[in-house]
């Protein structure tokens, strides 16, 4: 058969013929293979979300999530093309101006995937009118500073928290453009929750929410992991 390599069944992405292994998604073979699909929602320790639809490619023509739907044999996956990264830029461009992204103060400016994520496919600027919401910063805990404008709501902290640490420490509430983070604890406040910086959830968010304090910009702003090589060279790595 065409795609049955002996080494076993393969798909192709953009015309490269990839392995995968039973179960697979689309995400985990490619990421398993050293190939790069945007995405933001996605980590490689957790099961897939599907919100963020960075990682929509087209499967035999049709829109769907990378990290959703299933590898098979003889799948022909487009991923890098002018009209899918269009349209990630444009999903970019909407989750900066619903929240407040200021990246030159930001302490995860060069460690952040949305940030890289916008270099990569070329964003320049918002496009969009920003929202301006307003989001206060928690500042309760001793030890974790959380500053919600950096928010996407990709709820990784969410499933850390609830699946490995075992706290529910975070949830997501709201509805529509009011969807936000919230803490899991009477007061709402983090210094109220049981959390502490050793906790999964203390490290997973891949933007600047979820900051360790007295840690301020320890590596310096050029010597960080997307100032050294884009996002789109991570290999397979699929997560800082
Ligand atoms: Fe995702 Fe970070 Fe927001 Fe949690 S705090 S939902 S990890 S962006
Ligand atoms: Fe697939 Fe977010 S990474 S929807």
Redesign the pocket.
């Known amino acids: 058969m065409r795609y049955e390599a002996e080494s076993g069944p393969t798909f192709t992405l953009d015309g490269e013929e990839l392995p995968f292994h039973p179960g697979d998604t689309l995400?985990q073979a490619a990421t398993r293979a050293g190939r790069y699909i945007p995405?933001?929602?996605?980590h490689p320790d957790f099961a897939?979300?599907?919100?963020?639809?960075?990682?929509t490619v087209k499967v035999g023509g049709r829109a769907g999530?990378?990290?959703?739907v299933r590898a098979a044999a003889g799948l022909e996956v487009e991923s890098h093309t002018e009209e899918l990264n269009e349209q990630r830029k444009t999903l970019l461009q909407m989750l900066f101006v619903e929240g407040n992204h200021f990246c030159p103060s930001c302490e995860k400016s060069g460690n952040c995937r949305l940030q890289a994520t916008a270099y990569d496919v070329g964003m320049e600027g918002p496009h969009f009118e920003e929202f301006y919401p307003d989001r206060p910063v928690d500042a309760s805990h001793p030890d974790i500073l959380l500053d919600f404008n950096r928010c996407i709501l990709c709820e990784l902290c969410v499933r850390a928290s609830r699946d490995v640490d075992g706290k529910d420490v975070f949830a997501i509430g709201g509805h529509g453009i009011g969807t936000h983070l919230l803490v899991n604890s009477e007061s709402g406040k983090l210094a109220d929750t049981a959390m502490t910086l050793s906790d999964r959830a203390a490290s997973v968010c891949p933007v600047g929410v979820i900051l360790p304090k007295r840690r301020g910009f320890a590596v310096p702003i050029g010597q960080r992991v997307y100032d050294l090589k884009p996002v789109s060279e991570e290999g397979g790595e699929g997560a800082p």
């Open positions: 995400l995405h933001l929602c996605w897939a979300h599907g919100s963020c639809r960075i990682c999530a990378a990290c959703t």
